[in-house]
């Protein structure tokens, strides 16, 4: 159980385009989903956090406008990556949880960006 | 230095040999995870222990948490060739409503054969 999955596993776009990655709990209803970035050899930085139904709460620094993130469902969330560069090019990594992430978040296996 | 830190950087042992890895960090938390990250790939929740536990075993692992040094450490034992990957530590503030965790920097764990 506690499944959670990310599409594309990885993409490759040109610069100034938009990439959508999605990510879905495959076997339970996430109230809250998290949405990270991690560079190599790096940790992972949280970039925000969506619960269903209502607007993301974005980490500082980070563009709401440049990194679009819809929550439509209990099951889906998707982080649009608009007008992308190469400075975008990271993994991505979403992961999900319920009753508000007070205990586990079950983590999707990431999404490679990269942007030529 | 940021919330959850953790040393080594880098642990390199031979299979059989056990691996201990430290976690410090800077607030007050409600809990207190360890994740594994196998090279390019998501990340794997192996233990979490709460800020009222000081320790937790989960077969081979076992977590211990001391609030009064704000630090965790991880041990695994009897290592394998299989447990090579990244370790992290993720920490989750006590008094949020949602589970925002802060990752610390990890460990890489090489388990030679």
């Not at chain 1, 076997?27 to 998290?34: C, G, L, P, R, V």
């Not at chain 1, 007070?102 to 999404?111: K, L, N």
């Not at chain 2, 207190?32 to 990250?37: A, S």
């Not at chain 2, 630090?71 to 530590?89: G, H, M, Q, V």
Request: proline letters at 3%.
């Amino acid at each position: 159980g506690a499944v959670v999955s990310q599409h594309p596993s990885r993409v490759i776009c040109k610069s100034g385009t938009s990439v959508k990655i999605e990510c879905r709990s495959l076997d339970f209803q996430a109230t809250t989903m998290f949405w990270y970035r991690q560079f190599p050899k790096q940790s992972l930085m949280l970039m925000a956090t969506s619960n269903e139904g209502s607007k993301a709460t974005y980490e500082q620094g980070v563009e709401k406008d440049k990194f679009l993130i819809n929550h439509a469902s209990l099951t889906l969330s998707t982080l649009t990556v608009t007008s992308a560069h190469p400075e975008d090019s990271s993994f991505y990594i979403c992961s999900a949880a319920t009753s508000g992430g007070q205990e586990t978040q079950y983590f999707g296996p990431g999404t490679r960006l990269l942007v030529l | 230095s940021q919330q959850g830190e953790e040393d080594p950087q880098a642990l390199s042992i031979q299979e059989g040999e056990n691996a201990t890895m430290n976690c410090s960090y800077k607030t007050s938390i409600n809990n207190l995870q360890w994740y594994r990250q196998n090279s390019g790939r998501g990340l794997v929740h192996l233990i979490l222990i709460r800020s009222n536990e000081r320790e937790k075993h989960s077969g081979r692992l076992r977590v211990t948490l001391d609030t009064s040094k704000k630090s965790s450490s991880l041990l695994i034992t009897a290592s394998r060739a299989a447990d090579t990957a990244s370790y992290f530590c993720a920490t989750k503030a006590g008094g949020t409503s949602y589970g925002k965790l802060t990752f610390g920097q990890g460990t890489i764990l090489t388990v030679h054969p």
